[in-house]
């Protein structure tokens, strides 16, 4: 039951232009939603959250938009550097029951 | 300041054997999460602990346990291992849990990678 998807594996952009990343999940009682950058080898890095009650949260070069209506979560990065060139990871959390669940990634290579 | 710390980094069990990861959460934070993260997928949810007590359960057996400690560092234990076990087992900690503030914000730890043969 993958109740947070993302359907991208992988996303190629050149290196000064916009990456976006999305994401969908199933349930509506979600609190927060997170995205995680993960290198190889490292665990994964938390980047940015966004409250259910919110639709942007941004933090400099990164921005996420929530549609609730739409169960729709977008992680955009401007401008995109090779250094962010990883696996993002989209994360929904629970407050009842504690319970985390994550998509499966998607690959972003920034070309220079 | 010293991140999440997890041991082993890496561990080759046979099937039927049992195993012990450790974790040790950033200093400050009570409550420690444990994930599977099998290869192609992203972390699956197995337990979070917070002040020694077991808060939040992912759809994994019994075989599956843990525990933390009074200095909030935490065991992740498997018995009976299967092949399918096989995988990178993530440790998160965070400030606190549920709807305390930042509870959500986990830092992971590098992970360790068991392998059952």
């Known amino acids: 039951d993958q109740q947070v998807k993302q359907n991208s594996p992988s996303l190629s952009v050149q290196e000064g232009r916009i990456s976006i990343l999305n994401c969908d999940y199933t349930?509506?009682?979600?609190?927060?939603f997170l995205w995680y950058k993960k290198y190889p080898a490292e665990g994964p890095t938390f980047l940015i959250s966004i409250s259910s009650i919110k639709d942007k949260n941004e933090d400099g070069r990164f921005t996420v938009f929530l549609n609730k209506s739409a169960k729709h979560l977008s992680l955009h990065i401007v401008p995109s550097q090779p250094g962010d060139s990883a696996v993002y990871f989209c994360a929904a959390y629970r407050s009842t029951g504690n319970q985390f669940y994550f998509g499966t990634g998607t690959s972003l290579t920034v070309i220079p | 300041d010293a991140g999440v710390t997890q041991s082993p980094t890496h561990l080759i069990k046979t099937r039927g054997q049992q195993v012990t990861l450790r974790c040790s959460p950033i200093s400050g934070h009570k409550s420690v999460s444990w994930y599977q993260q099998v290869l192609g997928q992203g972390p699956q949810f197995i337990f979070q602990?917070?002040?020694?007590?077991?808060?939040g359960r992912g759809n994994f057996p019994d075989r599956f346990s843990a525990r933390q400690f009074p200095n909030y560092s935490s065991e992740l234990n498997v018995n009976a291992l299967l092949l399918g076990d096989s995988a990178l087992y993530l440790c998160a900690s965070s400030l606190g849990e549920g709807r305390q503030i930042y509870s959500y914000e986990q830092y992971f730890g590098p992970g360790t990678r068991l392998t059952v043969t």
């Open positions: 602990y917070y002040e020694k007590e077991e808060r």
């Open positions: 349930n509506s009682m979600f609190d927060y």
